[in-house]
């Protein structure tokens, strides 16, 4: 059975640490699993625009892609102490019109990062909190909080670290089982 996996990095930076992980993590996947990293450079929700008529494109877009997805991997980097305003915006903009929200039990992983020394871990926790209300069964263990991540990734942004790639293989394992219990 192949498994549509959404990638979603939290930052829009360029070079961001995230968007380099997200694509090591991505490439652990077993086979049949097929990635596709989802843009979450869109319009800010505002549900008076919410209606057939003035729906941003970039919502249509993105909720269109995200509803062929069977589970997501989020990648973030932490923001005063929660996530990035345009991850919590895609949250928003997914979750809605009321009974149609592309993230209703779709299995997840959460990882987070930070080149500081907590790895992100109040973003982490700040979007399983929105996760829980979204109802997305989410990977527990092994908890995913990346610190001093500039010591492993290299310039050109990939990473070649064997203890880093081994600890990213235990998540994806992880990632795996739970989709094999929710995906069917
Ligand atoms: C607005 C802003 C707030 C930040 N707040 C935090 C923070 O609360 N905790 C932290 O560890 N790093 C914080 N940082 C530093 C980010 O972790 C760092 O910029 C990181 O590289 C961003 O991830 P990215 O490379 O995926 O874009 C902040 C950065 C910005 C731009």
Redesign the pocket.
Known sequence: MSVNVAVI???L?Q?????AIAKSVASLLPEDYIVKFININMDLYNQDLDQEETVPESWKRFRQDMSKMDAVIFVT?????SIPGGLKNALDVGSRPMGSSIWDKKPALIIS????G?G?M??NFALRQSLVFLNMPTVQQPEAYLGKVTSFINEDGSITDQRELDYFQSLVNAFVDLVKKNVK
């Open positions: 990095a939290g930052s930076r070079g961001a640490f995230s968007k980097p932490e923001y005063n102490r990062e930070s080149p500081g907590m992100g109040a973003a």
